[in-house]
């Protein structure tokens, strides 16, 4: 009696199951659509860090509080929320830990927003 190891090291029984499955499927697209969704996303991340900026030395020349405060709020609207969730799917946390605190960065930066818009004048 001959004995072999088949799918993903499920004992079969005989010799002839010795092709084993994959583990591991591969997901996420072609590499043209990956390499098009980083390009999007730092282009995405650029755009907001230039008009933080623009909004910063706008504060500098004699704005008010206001822009300084609408910068970072978009900010952590846009570019923080990108940078955690590339940082964060590094780091031994679950995926729901990672959206959980971008959106909570996201909220914040919106927070920060609304604050400008109906705060006082």
């Not at 980083?38 to 995405?44: D, P, R």
């Not at 923080?80 to 909220?107: C, D, F, H, K, Y």
């Amino acid at each position: 009696m001959t004995a072999g190891v088949g799918p993903i090291g499920v004992w079969t029984g005989d010799s002839s199951a010795t092709v084993a499955a994959p583990l591991q499927q591969v997901t996420g697209g072609s590499p043209a659509v990956v390499l098009l969704v980083f390009v999007a996303l730092l282009v995405a991340t650029a755009l907001s860090l230039y008009l933080a900026v623009r909004l910063y030395r706008g504060y500098r020349g004699g704005g008010g509080i206001g822009m300084l405060v609408l910068g970072t709020g978009l900010v952590l609207l846009t570019t923080v929320p990108m940078v955690l969730r590339l940082v964060l799917s590094n780091v031994p946390i679950g995926p729901i830990w990672r959206e959980v605190i971008a959106t909570a960065v996201q909220l914040l930066g919106l927070v920060l927003i609304l604050g400008v818009v109906y705060g006082r004048r």
